[in-house]
């Protein structure tokens, strides 16, 4: 299906223009260190850079940090979140909270 390689392998250079750079330094911490601050202002984004370059650990660090945090009042949005990042064990959980 597809016959040219990703761009990222020819030119050893991977855009991270789209993504605001507080939120790429938190990443590279979690990378480098093990450890980034989550807060409310950082978690979306943290979890869409985590499942874009597949960092399954920095996944569970906001999905775990989301979950805490479900309550009437967003758990449609972070429902809708854990689907479009394919988050499935927080989408469970919002399910849960949803049904009980």
């Given at each position: 299906m597809f016959n040219n390689p990703w761009?990222?392998?020819i030119t050893n250079v991977i855009d991270l223009s789209?993504?605001?750079?507080?939120f790429v330094l938190r990443?590279?911490?979690?990378?480098?260190?093990?450890?980034t601050e989550?807060?409310?202002?950082?978690?979306?984004?943290?979890?869409?850079l985590a499942h874009?370059?597949?960092?399954?650990?920095?996944?569970?660090?906001?999905?775990f940090f989301l979950a805490k945090r479900v309550c009437f009042e967003n758990a449609l949005n972070t429902?809708?979140?854990a689907v479009t990042y394919e988050s499935d064990n927080l989408a469970s959980d919002v399910a849960s909270y949803i049904h009980s």
């Open positions: 761009l990222e392998s789209a993504h605001k750079e507080r990443m590279l911490e979690h990378i480098y260190r093990d450890e989550i807060d409310e202002t950082s978690a979306q984004e943290l979890l869409a874009c370059f597949q960092l399954d650990g920095l996944k569970k660090d906001v999905e429902f809708k979140m």
